[in-house]
């Protein structure tokens, strides 16, 4: 008979190897766009303790991406408004944003009204308390679909 302390080990390190999987915590958040030109909120909070956020952004509206589309665009608050200078001299197909701006810390694709989209990101680079805004890309939104994320 073989020592169960023996077998008992590879199954001990095989759950050590699982365990930062364990504790990985996606947070869920929502958020809706109209063809007013809004979003649903003006802040979005998530823990400090979330090691991923899925985003999902919806357009309730029905106007095209064209004529009235809406993105979802996160960046240190001190980066928005240039972020979203920049992005306006960008296509609807780069989704109004600098080609791999490391100052854009995630995003979505710009949709249209009836579209939804979502993006999963990393919470890695956000500085628990940190200052960062949120806001829709397309040419001359991001005055008025902005808000502030906050995490922790």
């Known amino acids: 008979m073989e020592n169960p302390v023996k077998l008992l080990v590879p199954v001990m390190l095989a759950g050590l190897a699982l365990a930062p999987a364990a504790h990985a915590r996606v947070c869920v958040v929502g958020l809706d766009s109209t063809d007013q030109m809004s979003f649903s909120q003006k802040e979005i909070k998530v ?4 090691s991923q956020v899925k985003l999902t952004l919806r357009h309730t509206g029905k106007l095209a991406a064209t004529a009235m589309g809406h993105n979802w665009v996160l960046t ?6 240039p972020v979203a200078m920049a992005g306006m001299r960008m296509t609807l197909a780069e989704s109004y944003l600098p080609k791999k701006d490391p100052r854009v810390l995630a995003h979505t694709a710009v949709i249209g009204g009836g579209q939804s989209t979502s993006v999963t990101f990393s919470t890695a680079a956000l500085r628990k308390g940190g200052d960062y805004t ?5 040419p001359g939104h991001f005055a008025m679909m902005k808000g502030r994320f906050v995490f922790g």
């Not at 823990?47 to 979330?50: E, G, L, R």
């Not at 240190?76 to 408004?81: E, G, L, N, P, R």
């Not at 949120?134 to 397309?138: A, G, P, R, V």
């Open 134 to 138: 949120f806001f829709c890309s397309f």
């Open 76 to 81: 240190k608050t001190a980066d928005y408004q």
């Open 47 to 50: 823990a400090a303790d979330c």
